[in-house]
């Protein structure tokens, strides 16, 4: 599968815990976005990655949150000590050279906070 | 401020009964307007991209228009296997800017 992969599917943390979500994004893509997206809601836009460096991350909460794309393995959305607002779906997309190209999609991590 | 409407929220159909949804939008500076389908518990499928007012794009029973200000999805003859949510997006030269969707279900 070439496609955008999200992992995991699902994440249930307990409030105060700390969710890890990773993306790969698609074959021969360096570039990465992330959303969220609230039931019945659109995507909200948090962060664009290339390889090593944020290039906007206008969408994401000053706190809690970060994101990072290393030069080796997947894009990784972390958010510290979470609170039961923060559950959502959260969408990677990726494309090949930039912002004007379409985004593709991986099929989301469902966070669950208990 | 860039934002995205799309409407109806909701739109049911009968099999065969072709419709519109529609995208409307103010962005400073339209580079392109994309179309997703979704479907649920899934992530977004890329439809089309329009870059132009005027500009048409087609597949199979979709076909995708452009003007200055807004852009329809046009459905011709809808399948039950049509059903889904459709977002549009307008990219800015920033980022894209979702609409809430039109939620489409087809009856057979």
């Known amino acids: 599968n070439a496609g955008v992969m999200q992992n995991p599917r699902h994440l249930v943390r307990r409030r105060g815990q700390e969710a890890r979500l990773r993306c790969s994004p698609m074959?021969?893509?360096?570039?990465v976005y992330w959303y969220r997206q609230l039931p019945e809601e659109g995507l909200k836009f948090m962060v664009y990655l290339q390889k090593e460096n944020i290039i906007d991350e206008s969408g994401m909460p000053k706190e809690r949150f970060s994101a990072e794309f290393p030069k080796e393995g997947p894009s990784i959305l972390r958010i510290q000590q979470v609170v039961r607002g923060d559950s959502a779906a959260y969408f990677c997309a990726s494309s090949n050279t930039g912002i004007d190209q379409p985004q593709h999609f991986g099929d989301g991590t469902r966070l669950s906070i208990l | 401020e860039d934002q995205v409407t799309q409407s109806p929220e909701a739109l049911r159909l009968q099999e065969g009964e072709s419709s519109s949804l529609n995208c409307s939008y103010t962005?400073?500076?339209?580079?392109?307007l994309f179309w997703y389908r979704q479907d649920p518990g899934k992530g977004p499928e890329f439809l089309f991209t329009?870059?132009?007012a005027g500009e048409e794009k087609e597949k199979e029973r979709l076909k995708a228009t452009l003007t200055k200000k807004e852009s329809f999805l046009h459905i011709t003859a809808p399948k039950p296997e049509d059903s889904a949510t459709y977002l549009c997006?307008?990219?800015?030269?920033?980022?894209?800017?979702f609409g809430s969707g039109t939620k489409l279900n087809v009856k057979p």
């Open positions: 329009l870059y132009s």
């Open positions: 074959k021969g893509h360096s570039h």
């Open positions: 962005v400073s500076g339209l580079r392109g």
């Open positions: 997006a307008a990219d800015n030269f920033n980022k894209f800017y």
